[in-house]
């Protein structure tokens, strides 16, 4: 009897046919492919689903061109039926299979036992749930805020369906999402933070907070690059990767806001600290501290400003040709020779 997820994607995917026509009945067959609009049904052929093992891979995985989002068929059962607990997709998918039910809890192996709420913890299980960025929908919407240049971004995951919940009296949604892996000076995770996306218009998703965070944050930070002598830090992922777009080399970190800018730890390495500042007062705040704390432990301290209200602001409105000519400006010449020779 197969009792784990992956015995039951199996079973499913050798019944791949009958699958899509019970679960995505708005498409159709083409091919070795089932077509369809979308995981969640709707009519279309941006989704593909494979219908038999093929040298390009197995049957059941499917792809959105249009979204980036793939996965298997339970993906499918828990997307087209709008269920949220695992057990209720597996539950569903063994009714299809007409499977008897798994055994009794006291003969399984015992369930993780869940994570704290925000935990650092919570925030490792979420990112080991996640996968690469390439192809997907973080990708499209990095792209459509003018960053293409994804060098470097490891830290950086996607998930296709993250829960998101406005408060605790509103029913939990699922958005895709931008995962962001936090660490500290050692590489260790220690949080993460989720930028909710809607896939039709590839920006953020169209909810009250589509940015949080979890975990242990302070004085820790997602970074780009491997830290040496030289790095710089801002406060936004996508205002630093602007930034980077012009010094693809430079090593740098995005804090997640200027109070936690302001915080951050330094690597014994680092000898000079390029600050990537954001035209506000909480901005100016951040500069502030962080030139007087990076100053009384023998750091040279060195502000980069934008043109505008951030660097991706710059970006997305100058021109990456502006944003070269802004950086090689404020940066320092033997770190424009070293650090921005690719973006020639």
Not at 296 to 311: K, N, Q, R, W
């Amino acid at each position: 009897m197969a009792q784990n997820p992956h015995d039951l994607a199996r079973r499913l995917a050798d019944r791949a046919e009958a699958v899509c026509r019970h679960y995505l009945s708005s498409g159709r067959r083409q091919g070795g492919y089932w077509l369809v609009g979308d995981v969640r049904n709707k009519p279309g052929r941006s989704m593909y689903v494979r219908l038999k093992d093929t040298p390009k891979g197995p049957a059941g995985k499917w792809t959105d061109a249009a979204t980036g989002e793939h996965g298997d068929f339970l993906d499918v059962i828990r997307e087209s039926c709008g269920l949220l607990d695992f057990k209720d997709v597996t539950d569903e998918a063994r009714t299809f299979l007409s499977m008897p039910p798994p055994e009794p809890e006291s003969r399984q192996q015992p369930r993780q036992s869940p994570a704290p709420h925000g935990s650092p913890e919570a925030a490792l299980r979420l990112i080991r749930m996640s996968q690469p960025i390439h192809g997907t929908l973080v990708q499209a919407y990095l792209r459509e805020r003018g960053i293409t240049d994804l060098r470097g971004t490891g830290s950086l995951h996607f998930h296709p369906c993250c829960y998101y919940r406005p408060d605790e009296h509103s029913p939990t949604e699922t958005w895709p999402a931008m995962i962001a892996a936090v660490t500290d000076l050692d590489g260790k995770i220690t949080g993460a933070h989720r930028t909710w996306l809607d896939p039709r218009r590839r920006d953020k998703a169209p909810i009250d907070t589509p940015r949080r965070a979890m975990g242990d944050l302070l004085g820790n930070a997602v970074r780009f690059g491997i830290g040496g002598e030289v790095m710089a830090a801002g406060e936004g992922i996508e205002t630093v990767l602007s930034l980077r777009q012009a010094v693809p080399s430079m090593p740098m970190l995005a804090a997640l806001s200027a109070a936690h800018l302001a915080a951050i730890l330094f690597p014994g390495t680092l000898r000079r600290l390029y600050i990537v500042r954001d035209n506000d007062p909480a901005g100016n705040g951040a500069r502030d501290t962080l030139i007087e704390r990076a100053n009384a432990t023998g750091i040279e301290a060195i502000v980069i400003s934008p043109e505008l209200d951030d660097f991706n602001e710059d970006l997305r409105t100058l021109g990456l040709d502006a944003l070269r000519m802004e950086a090689r400006l404020q940066i320092a010449p033997q770190d424009v020779a070293r650090f921005m020779a690719l973006a020639a």
